[in-house]
């Protein structure tokens, strides 16, 4: 405060002091950590709740508990609910974790009290794949009989999993097949996983014959 320029005396500045009001769930956001990340159950995404009030700001002297919904067949959350912290660095905020053991996208929606939180709710993870593994990897054969003139073919297809048993449509994967025997022949013995298409994290090589057997 001044007079004619000059500030007043006494205490000057003055300092007002505002809290954060009533935490309320329109008020209060969840947020979820980025990536794609892996089904191998262990990588995870963080879902972050954050307690404000109706005007946004953050609310970090009262403890708020927050619920989550369940993802779904096939990914799993830490836990169905938190509460916020009251000190420390994560005052005001509560997390939970997402993984996965089947590729896909989940939703998880976050409410306070029943009702949902505002923003981006639910949120969205989304699981691909892992590595390729040769135990969660399968083969399988069309079906028969057919008839040994040299042209009617069986179709050895392979499919390129995870130890999951997630199909891997990203990378390419190179398998091998033993030779079938005398009277019989493949169109090749090794074959490479497309990575687009309809036919993406497979292969196949067609088996013919000119020997019953």
Known sequence: ATLGGANVGGTNPVTGTF???????TGSRVAISSG????????AYTITASAQD???NLNTSAATTFSFSAPGTGAALSATSCTTATSG???GTCSVSLTATTAGSYSVTA??????????NPVVGTFAAGSVTAAGSRVS?????KTA?????????VAANDADGNLNTSAASTFNFSAPG???????????????????GTCSVTLTATVAG
């Open 141 to 145: 054969l069309s079906s028969g009989p």
């Open 182 to 200: 005398t009277g019989a022949a493949l169109s090749a013995t090794t074959c490479t996983t497309a990575t687009t298409g309809a036919s993406a």
């Open 111 to 120: 409410t306070l009290g029943g009702t949902n939180l505002g923003g981006t």
């Open 19 to 25: 809290t954060a009001g009533s935490v309320t769930a």
């Open 54 to 56: 109706a005007n946004g």
């Open 89 to 91: 660095a994560n005052a």
């Open 36 to 43: 794609t990340k892996i089904a191998n159950g262990s990588d």
């Open 149 to 157: 003139n040299g042209t009617d073919a069986y179709t050895i297809t």
